[in-house]
């Protein structure tokens, strides 16, 4: 149905196309599937349809060629398939270089062809890449014969400074210049199988030979034989002269110098053995004599008894002293001498010291004290820093402890043993007061009213503090025993004592106080 609709349609459209009426003037009526309706097309309307139906796509309306890269172009104008006219203005053959198209210069992109040549040589021009017919002109003159060499060169030229035209060899000699000898007599020999490289000297010099004597200035002697077998050779008689020989001296002799304008001579040696030179000659059982002077540092051996006398000073290591001094004297220095000094002791309540009155040397040795080490006496002492007694201590006085005395238990010992009696401080109150250091045994009298008894802050520098409180008054009264601030004593900020009890309080790590008996 949809293909006869459209035929129809199209019968129609036809119809109406070449009676070229406008499209837009006339409308279709069509009937719907169930035929209860009628539509009412536009005439342009369905020819879009169609259009669009049969040809999968719209129509193309214009086309625009642009004009670049060498080539323009027309459209015949046709909307529904256009016919392209490309057209250019170049003649010629075309080149490219990626992007615009021109005209090639002959000679430079391409070459020219040569059927138009004559036929002969072809030749190509260097600037232009031309090719042409090659002329007389394009070669070189050859000066050849076809039968032979030719007799002599057109232009003689020179060989190493010697004239040569062909006409005759060259025999001339080759000047220095050319690195020649610049002498027809001169000739090398000597390498045999391979190349062989001799340097000389980089100025001018006479090359000695064994045809004359080297003489000294050269580095020789100016001498051509010694005349002595086994002979010393020396200097001669001038800077320059030829050396001199000197006949061999025998086994017993020494070489000394003969002075001014003189050969050195032999001379007969004194005892045996191998000559001595000035260091560290050993010298076997010699005999020195009595010598000038000398320095006998390192010498061994010396008897003191027979080699010394008289008193050794001071300034060669000895004492300069004669004589010792009496019994339990000590040798002593005042500064500039020696002498027998007896020691004296002395305990005076200052540093360590050493002086001198006259022959006595006083040594001072502090009683210790807090600041100073030093002794213990039998007067009263403040000691300070740690002291550890490694055995049993027997005290007959009172012993202080402004820091506290440690006493630490072992398996064996206690911490702390009363032979007798112990005394502990105490303090009675019947009011109010703040506990401190000084306190330990506190006892309470009669009271009027509560009265309140403040403890000192527990913590670590007080850890193991221990108090012990005592009722003895009989009245109705109590006595308050107060943490100190925020502190507890057994959990509570404060506890209340009625009546005659005792009650014991420590210090426990710094936490908190806590009764250990009532």
């Not at 100025?203 to 045809?211: F, R, V």
């Not at 050969?263 to 000659?281: C, D, E, H, I, N």
């Not at 019994?327 to 007896?342: I, M, Q």
């Amino acid at each position: 149905m949809k293909k006869i609709l459209f035929l129809l349609i199209f019968g129609a459209i036809a119809q109406t196309a070449s009676a070229q009426t406008p499209w837009g003037a006339f409308k279709i009526k069509a009937e719907s599937a169930n035929r209860d309706s009628l539509v009412v097309f536009k005439l342009d309307d369905v020819k879009d349809y169609i259009a669009a139906y049969f040809s999968g796509g719209g129509t193309v309306s214009t086309i625009s060629i642009a004009t670049a890269n060498g080539l323009a172009g027309t459209s015949d104008g046709n909307a529904g398939a256009p016919t392209l006219t490309l057209t250019t203005t170049i003649t010629g053959m075309l080149k490219g270089n990626g992007t615009a198209i021109s005209a090639g210069t002959a000679g430079t992109d391409y070459s020219a062809g040569t059927s138009a040549l004559a036929t002969g040589i072809l030749k190509s021009t260097t600037t232009t890449g031309g090719l042409s017919i090659a002329v007389a002109g394009d070669f070189p003159t050859l000066n050849q014969n076809t039968t032979g060499s030719a007799a002599t060169l057109t232009t003689s030229r020179n060989i190493y400074g010697n004239a040569f035209n062909g006409s005759a060899d060259v025999t001339g000699i080759i000047g220095s210049e050319f690195g020649g000898t610049e002498n027809g007599f001169t000739k090398f020999t000597g390498p045999a199988t391979s190349e062989k490289t001799f340097t000389l000297p980089n100025a001018s010099a006479t090359i000695l030979t064994d045809n004359a004597v080297v003489t000294v200035p050269q580095g020789g002697t100016g001498r051509a034989t010694s005349t002595t077998a086994y002979g010393l050779l020396a200097a001669g008689t001038t800077a320059t002269g030829a050396h001199q020989t000197l006949a061999t001296g025998a086994t017993t002799e020494l070489l000394v110098g003969g002075g001014a304008s003189a050969l050195p001579v032999w001379t007969t040696a004194t005892g045996t053995g191998a000559p001595v030179r000035a260091t560290s000659p050993t010298l076997v059982t010699p005999n020195i004599g009595t010598p000038s002077a000398g320095v006998a540092t390192n010498l061994t051996g010396l008897p003191l008894t027979t080699g010394v006398t008289g008193v050794l000073p001071i300034a060669n290591g000895g004492t300069n002293l004669s004589s010792l001094g009496g019994d339990n004297t000590f040798l002593a220095s005042n500064g500039s001498a020696y002498y027998a000094a007896t020691a004296a002791i002395t305990h005076v309540d200052a540093a360590f010291s050493v002086a001198r009155t006259s022959t006595t040397v006083n040594f001072n040795i502090p009683n210790a004290t807090a600041a100073l080490g030093g002794i213990v006496s039998t007067t009263t002492q403040t000691f300070a820093g740690n002291k550890t007694w490694g055995g049993t201590h027997t005290n007959t006085g009172k012993i202080t402890g402004n820091g506290g005395i440690l006493g630490v238990s072992t398996a064996s010992l206690p911490a702390l043993e009363f032979d007798g009696v112990g005394a502990e401080a105490f303090r009675s109150v019947t009011s109010s007061v703040t506990l401190d250091e000084n306190d330990n045994r506190v006892y309470i009298g009669t009271l009027s009213a509560n009265i309140t008894l403040t403890l000192p802050a527990c913590n670590s520098t007080r850890d193991k503090w221990f108090y012990s409180f005592r009722k003895k008054g009989t009245d109705a009264f109590a006595f308050v025993l107060d943490g100190n601030s925020a502190e507890t004593i057994d959990g509570n900020t404060t506890v209340t004592i009625f009546g005659q009890r005792a009650v014991c309080i420590q210090c426990v790590n710094g936490e908190g106080w806590y009764t250990t008996m009532q």
